[in-house]
């Protein structure tokens, strides 16, 4: 099974660039991790910040592969502890279907994009910086693997 982070915004800072990079490397044989970064809608002074969603959103649906099981970072989600998307990466693997993680713009998702989810994941009620919540998913499902390994990075 393969995964892809799909993400709109660009340009990592380096500490969030070097910690994906870490977790990326770690997941390579168990749940290959492909990143793909999308240009934001443009917003501003005499901007629309509704096209800027809905361009974001275009963009993320012709950027998922065909037929995969798409799961959007969305506040509004359900709450997984550690253990919980254990099983759901368990369940993910029984599907045989390509993954796709969605993190949309500072707006959110494009309410197409939210039809188009499968699933709908908070991390919680805190507010991340998107750069932010492309490291905390990337170790979670690291996490994630290890759990399902028996191995003993998550020792909860």
Aim: net charge positive.
């Amino acid at each position: 099974m393969r995964a892809r982070l799909i993400a709109v915004g660009e340009r990592m800072p380096a500490w969030v660039a070097e910690g994906f990079a870490e977790y990326r490397k770690r997941l390579s044989h168990e749940l290959p991790l492909e990143l793909v970064e999308l240009k934001p809608g443009v917003r501003g002074k005499g901007r629309d910040d509704a096209k800027a969603i809905l361009d974001e959103g275009t963009a993320i649906l012709a950027t998922l592969p065909r037929d995969c099981h798409v799961v959007a970072l969305d506040g509004r989600g359900k709450t997984w502890s550690s253990e919980d998307l254990a099983a759901q990466l368990t369940a993910w693997r029984m599907s045989g279907r390509e993954l796709a993680f969605l993190i949309g713009g500072p707006d959110g998702h494009a309410p197409a994009v939210l039809s188009r989810a499968d699933q709908r994941w908070s991390l919680g009620p805190l507010t991340l910086p998107h750069m932010l919540v492309r490291l905390v998913l990337a170790e979670q499902l690291y996490r994630a693997t290890t759990i399902v390994a028996g191995h003993p990075y998550h020792r909860a």
